[in-house]
């Protein structure tokens, strides 16, 4: 198996959707629908990875991203966009992300994002 992740969007479907691409490749081990819920989830679960959405209410991505990279410098989060918010990008990636994913989602990317930020378990 490959490795933890923690799904983070407000959209129960998006949730759904990332879930399925994982399974078989990754165990998800929790799924928040804000930025609070991550921060809080991120310190229960400690998981590998983060797929983090950048757009949610009460605590957008960014903001969440910034509180789990001050808590854990090593932690490895990947935002989730919709094609068009590169502005937020670049905030994100200046807020610590270390990859992105583009919706729609497509098992490929979203498998090799994770790749790319989590090297592959010995």
Excluded: W
């Excluded at 994982?22 to 081990?29: F, I, K, Q, R, S």
């Amino acid at each position: 198996m490959g490795h933890t992740v923690l799904i983070v969007d407000d959209s129960a479907f998006m949730r759904n959707l990332l879930q399925q691409l994982l399974d078989g490749e990754h165990e998800v081990v929790g799924e928040a629908e804000n930025g609070v819920e991550a921060v809080e989830l991120y310190r229960e679960l400690d998981p590998d990875v983060v797929t983090m959405d950048v757009v949610m209410p009460i605590r957008d991505g960014i903001e969440a991203t910034t509180a789990i990279k001050e808590a854990d410098p090593d932690s490895r989060v990947v935002m989730c966009t919709s094609v068009g918010q590169e502005e937020k990008m670049r905030a994100a990636v200046e807020a610590g992300a270390d990859g992105y994913i583009t919706k729609p989602f497509q098992k490929p990317n979203v498998l090799e994002a994770i790749a790319d930020v989590a090297p592959a378990k010995v």
